[in-house]
């Protein structure tokens, strides 16, 4: 064991976890928006937007991240229309590519949790609410949508989990992440053991706040 | 389409025996898995709090882990760690091993991870009455696993490991940064020689769908086999 070596890499492995952080962040943000815009095309009635909608969640659910962000990184620029257009300022940048990857994934994932929600809404919440002659706008933000958040809740943290293990893959577009970082220090120095553990704990420390966080909310939010 | 032709003009070919080769090593990794996992549900479902420690340590840092941190450990690791058991046995000599051994390990200990939860679900959730029966009746420990809890177990089981199974597909594509020559990695080959990556990469993306396209097929037949009489 190199105690030293640990040490020393503790700090550079910190300030990497912030990129890691902040890829996490702006991806579940954008991804939570997809999901519900999507979780709510699965539900039309229509047959083309609800096709559509469950076209996306398949192909974003069955295949892997890394083909994802291979594809918007090194496969987009290909097209020379995008490559003229103002979109190239930012297909260009591999950390906006990264965090196109990761909120389409995660919008196709988040978007399934949340349509399994809306849908196993007893009858009755909906029937109540009609009765007392609330309008259908109404039913959906105040009393569907609330008791879907409540519902999602066990599930969306699994997601944020799986989510901040996914951006270890920003590394293969060379943005310098946690995972980046300890592979960079692994190849230089020939320690995997010591970085893992060091890389490793941060991560698990991540998770454990992640998971008590979604604990609270459970909670907090339960009826 | 000229690009996927067989033979020495197109990459037909090669991407044809990659994608037989992620299938080789999801496999692997997946048989490795269940081989973790028959270890780690019995230490997980004991009444010793030391095994449970134990079990419970190992599924918590591996599913809070990245795999690809994963893939390192063992990539970069790996070597080391058989040389240093070797030199125990006083074989100094330098010892590589083959990128499909490591890759299949760190996934199979990934998805042994996986699938020693859904066992432990499963096993949980058999009726209590069963084990009960099974004593009163007289029968002996194996018979009463291999007859009475495997397969009960193995119905209750099926829809969570088929979810396993498509995890352990999808994180194959990791070992690519190895080295180890399947979809992912030849996609890249291709992608680099032709210029030509998004046209690769999508059909990259389209090998794994039909993959998980057939296994899923394949899961449901097995539901229905294994949901006889239920």
Not at chain 1, 28 to 41: Q, R, Y
Not at chain 2, 38 to 51: D, E
Not at chain 2, 131 to 154: D, N, R, T, W
Request: proline fraction near 3%; aromatic fraction near 14%; include cysteine.
């Amino acid at each position: 064991m190199d105690f030293d070596l640990m040490l020393n890499s503790f700090p550079k492995l910190l300030n990497a976890t912030l990129i890691t952080l902040k890829l996490l962040s702006l991806s579940l943000i954008i991804g939570l928006f997809l999901g519900f815009c999507f979780a709510i095309l699965r539900l039309s009635k229509n047959i083309f937007i609800n096709r559509f909608a469950y076209g996306y969640s398949y192909l974003f659910r069955g295949t892997p991240l890394l083909v994802q962000i291979f594809i918007i990184y090194f496969g987009l620029g290909q097209i020379e229309f995008l490559r003229s257009s103002f979109l190239w300022v930012i297909l260009k940048e591999p950390y906006w590519c990264a965090i196109i990857a990761f909120s389409l994934n995660t919008g196709a994932y988040t978007s399934e949790i949340i349509r399994s929600a809306l849908q196993t809404i007893k009858p009755g919440f909906i029937e109540a609410g009609k009765s007392l002659g609330l309008s259908n706008k109404i039913i959906f933000f105040k009393i569907q949508i609330p008791i879907a958040i409540r519902q999602s809740l066990p599930a969306y943290g699994n997601e944020i989990i799986l989510m901040l293990k996914g951006t270890s893959l920003a590394s293969t577009v060379t943005l310098m992440d946690l995972t980046g970082v300890a592979k960079y220090i692994i190849s230089t120095t020939f320690k995997p053991v010591e970085v893992f553990i060091v890389a490793g704990s941060i991560y698990l420390f991540l998770t454990f706040l992640i998971h008590n966080l979604i604990k609270f909310l459970e909670k907090k939010y339960s009826y | 389409m000229s690009l996927l032709s067989f033979g020495n003009s197109g990459w037909g070919d090669e991407l044809f025996f990659a994608t037989l080769m992620t299938l080789a090593v999801s496999l692997t990794a997946m048989i490795i898995g269940f081989i973790f996992a028959l270890i780690f549900t019995p230490l997980k479902l004991s009444k010793i709090r030391f095994l449970n420690i134990i079990a419970n340590s190992y599924t918590t840092v591996i599913r809070g882990v990245p795999e690809l941190l994963v893939i390192y450990l063992f990539f970069f690791g790996g070597s080391g760690a058989v040389m240093f058991v070797a030199s125990i046995f006083g074989y100094n000599e330098y010892i590589e091993i083959n990128a499909f051994i490591t890759g299949s390990f760190a996934i199979g200990i990934i998805s042994g991870a996986y699938s020693t939860e859904v066992f432990r679900g499963a096993i949980q959730s058999i009726d209590k009455g069963q084990f009960e029966a099974s004593q009163v009746l007289g029968l002996k420990k194996p018979i009463h696993f291999l007859k009475v809890i495997l397969p009960q177990m193995l119905r209750l089981a099926i829809p969570n490991l088929s979810n396993v199974w498509q995890i352990t597909l999808k994180d194959t594509s990791l070992i690519s940064v190895t080295g180890l020559v399947e979809i992912m990695r030849q996609s890249y080959i291709a992608a680099g020689s032709t210029r030509d990556p998004l046209f690769f990469y999508s059909f990259a993306a389209l090998l794994y769908l039909l993959l998980t396209f057939l296994s899923m097929k394949l899961v449901n037949k097995l539901e229905i086999k294994y949901n006889r009489g239920f």
